[in-house]
Each structure stands twice: as C-alpha cells, then as structure tokens.
C-alpha cells in the first residue's frame, strides 16, 4: 500500500460579465475572425469592478467543498495558484481561508503564472503523500483584465478571470498506475525566457502593478514543444502510453496549441477538454476551471485517466497524470 493524493472534490466560479471578441473591435485594430482562428477564443468573462481574485477563489473554493460533501473544518490546508493577487501580501490564500471561517491548518500561495495549477497539485500531492497533510484545497484564481494594456490588441484579447477549486485527500493505493489519484507529475522551468511573458512592473521595481507583455509568436513555438515533453516525461513515469490516456485536460491559452500538443502525442480531440473558446486564457485557473466544467458535464468520470499540462510566464511548464 502507498499513499496517494485523490480528488474528492471541485467546483469553479466564473464572473457574470461575458465580453464577446465584437467588444475588442471597438478598442483595438482587430476582428471576432481573427480572434476565433488565431487563438480559439470567441467570448471571455471579466470580472466586476471592486471583484477580487480572492472573491473569485472563495467561490470557487464553496462550490468545492459542496461537490465532496464536506465542510471546511475538514481542510488542513489551501493552497492558492494566482498571478494576480489582491494585494502585494497577505497571500490570497490567507484572504480565502479567512472568508471561508477557516481557523486552522495553513494557506499560501504558489506563483507559477499559467503553470501555477500544476506547480499548486505538484506541492499539494508531495504534502499529502509524505504526510504532512490529510485533505488539501488547491484553487488556481485570477483577474487577468487588470493586468491587460488594453492599446495591445496582441494581448488585450487574449485572457479573462476566473476560478477553479480541487479537493485532494489522502487515500491508500496499490503502487500501480490503477490507482485512482495523482500518479505523476513533472516541473520545468526556464528563466532565460522571462522576456518572453512579463508584466512589466512590481513592488521592487516601478511600485505598480503593471502590465501583461508577451511576444506570442515565439512563444508558442516554445509551447507545443515543452508540453508534449513535459506530458510524456510524467506519463512515462507511470508506465502509460499516451493513447491510453481517457482525458487531456490542457492549460488553455490558444486552440492551436492545444491541437498542436494533442496531435503530436496521437491523442484525438475528441478526447481533449476545451473551454479556451468560452473563458479565453485564464492563467492558473484554467485547468481547474477545465476539470470542473468536464466533471460536472459528465465527461470526466470516476476512474478516468486524466493528463494535465501547462505553460506560462518564466517559462515555467509541467504536467500532471491522475486517475480521477
Ligand atoms: N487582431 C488582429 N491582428 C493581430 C492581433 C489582433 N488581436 N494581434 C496580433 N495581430 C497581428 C500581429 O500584429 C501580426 O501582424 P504583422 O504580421 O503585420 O506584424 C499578425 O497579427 C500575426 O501575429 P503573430 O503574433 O505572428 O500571430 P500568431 O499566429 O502567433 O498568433 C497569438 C498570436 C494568438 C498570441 C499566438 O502567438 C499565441 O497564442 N501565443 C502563445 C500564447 C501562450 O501560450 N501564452 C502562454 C501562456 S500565457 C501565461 O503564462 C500568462
């Protein structure tokens, strides 16, 4: 028998503002066409104005707790992937264990940027594995919109908010890829690309927050590659060949990346979980908001073979295989 991390629980919570690409013809030099077949998206939700990434996370983190059946008192810890907190610090982690009346255990955060929900699970599996922990909340949240230089239509089009919560406990498997739970993960980082995806300001450098910068086009080159390996890297610690594979439940920040990646690992999009077209690129949250969409749909079912990856700012890049 070992020890493993299972999801018993998630949720997501996305803000009521749905902005269609037709809004974004208005401020930039740009087109709905483009944006559907250069990236995939075709809608995003932003958040409200005074709305906070831990406002976002503490719904996401309800919705969660509800899906496992269990009550916060439950939690031994939170773990919180963002980009975008409310404030420079307390960590958002704090801000949502408090909400929640939460009033043991620990919360922090993990900045990983897109690959923060992964960097998050990786933390999450390695707690409860060694025993440091029982019952985890991980949630990736973010308000990209107040990062975004809405005079770049390379960028301002791209991302959106939102928030998506997994529940891990600990449980007992046999040692063998059936075993439900996390089963592998895989961390890369990169920090001579930081010129490629930015924000360019900060506490120790201009005191403001800053705006997102990204050289896209370099930048997806990097991707479809760094993901296929980083996904074959973890699931070849499994011993699973990618065909085996029930779901990919990618990072979503462009429709063709998320073919490209799926292509090159001979797994049909059938099989892939797409929500980039209805929440664009929403950073750390948007594997979780992915996971949570699938489950509750029915796709993602019990016993289903889940691969996630990610890329983003750093570069920093990984992936996670789990049995659902
Ligand atoms: N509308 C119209 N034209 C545009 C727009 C727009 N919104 N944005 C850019 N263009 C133009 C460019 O100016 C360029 O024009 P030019 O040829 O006259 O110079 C042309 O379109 C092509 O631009 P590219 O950048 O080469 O377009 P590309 O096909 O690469 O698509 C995109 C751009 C969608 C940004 C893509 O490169 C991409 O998705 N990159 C990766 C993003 C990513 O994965 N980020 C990582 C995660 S994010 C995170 O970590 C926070």
Not at 138 to 153: C, L, N, P, V
Not at 245 to 265: E, F, L, S, Y
Request: one cysteine or more; proline letters at 3%; charged letters at 20%.
């Amino acid at each position: 028998m070992i020890r493993r991390a299972i999801p018993v629980g998630i949720g997501h919570y996305l803000p009521d503002r749905i902005v269609p690409n037709s809004h974004f013809e208005a401020l930039v030099d740009t087109t709905d066409e483009w944006i559907r077949t250069r990236s995939g998206i075709e809608r995003r939700h932003f958040a409200a104005d005074g709305q906070t990434t831990s406002d976002l996370a503490v719904r996401a983190a309800r919705a969660a707790l509800e899906n496992a059946g269990i009550s916060v008192d439950d939690l031994d810890g939170i773990i919180v992937a963002t980009s975008t907190p409310d404030l420079t610090f307390p960590s958002v982690g704090t801000m949502v264990q408090a909400e929640l009346g939460m009033t043991r255990g620990f919360a922090f955060d993990v900045q990983a940027v897109c690959a923060g929900f992964i960097y998050a699970l990786c933390n999450a599996n390695a707690m409860i594995v060694s025993g440091h922990a029982e019952r985890l909340m991980i949630i990736g949240a973010e308000t990209f919109s107040r990062i975004m230089d809405w005079t770049d239509r390379s960028t301002c089009v791209l991302f959106g908010d939102g928030a998506g919560a997994m529940i891990l406990e600990a449980g007992d498997g046999a040692g063998t890829s059936q075993d439900r739970g996390i089963l592998s993960t895989d961390l890369n980082s990169d920090g001579r690309y930081r010129d490629m995806l930015y924000v360019d300001g900060g506490v120790s450098t201009t005191g403001t927050a800053g705006k997102l910068r990204m050289q896209g086009n370099p930048l997806f080159r990097q991707a479809v590659d760094k993901l296929t390996s980083t996904a074959e890297a973890a699931l070849s610690k499994t011993g699973i060949a990618p065909g085996d594979v029930d779901w990919i439940v990618p990072h979503q920040a462009n429709i063709r990346i998320i073919q490209g990646t799926a292509k090159k690992m001979g797994v049909p999009m059938e099989r892939v979980i797409q929500t980039v077209q209805d929440h664009g690129n929403t950073s750390a949250a948007s594997i979780p908001l992915a996971l949570s969409v699938g489950a509750a749909d029915g796709r993602i079912k019990q016993g289903d073979l889940i691969l996630s990856e990610a890329i983003g700012g750093g570069l920093a890049w990984g992936a996670v295989v789990l049995r659902w």
